[in-house]
């Protein structure tokens, strides 16, 4: 009962002081916004389990495959995607987590993922292409083997083949701005 009290009276608070800051048309148009776009059902493509074909190239070497399973769900109201994927790597089980959204102050597609590779995240931002069904998500980070402080970027390219078959690869974006696929995807359901 004391947690659902401080919960509640945390929301006042900001309810409050959003209304304190703000005007009245700025509150509704904010509101407006708030909730889930049209640009959310693509993204809930990807709900329900899948099957994983996973193939990774370690150091440009030729793509090495294994296989996995993930899930997909719908969060927060519909606003957000949760994909947690397991699948073997180099002989070794390993997870991750992503979340996809839709950033309608932005209109742009989002992309946060964590997994059991490091202690960092990477992010993306970028457009779905409807004539060739394809997201595909930017990024940058700090050089993922933490010898340098160089960045890496990177893309996210999500293909919505069908309703049962997507595919995503990472791929990295060298300084010569050539780029090298370093994870290649296949969901399946």
Known sequence: MMKLKIRLSTALFFVLSFGVIFSQS????????AGPAPEHELIKKLEGKW???????????????SKGAAEGKMIL???????????EFAGMNF????????????????YYGIDEMGTYAVTGEGDYNISS?????FGS???????????QDYKFVFEFVNDTEIKCDVVFIMPDK???A???MTYKK
């Open 141 to 151: 980070t700090l050089d993922p083997t933490g010898k340098s402080s160089k960045m």
């Open 26 to 33: 700025e509150v509704d148009e904010a509101m407006k916004i």
């Open 95 to 110: 997870s991750s987590l992503s979340i996809l959204g839709y950033d309608r102050r932005i209109n742009k597609y989002t």
């Open 133 to 137: 069904k394809i997201l595909t998500l």
């Open 178 to 180: 050539t780029e090298q």
């Open 77 to 87: 109201g519909n606003r957000f995607l949760s994909f947690d994927q397991s699948v």
């Open 182 to 184: 370093v994870v290649k």
């Open 51 to 65: 099957n994983v074909h996973f193939q990774y190239s370690i150091g440009g070497d030729a793509l090495m495959g």
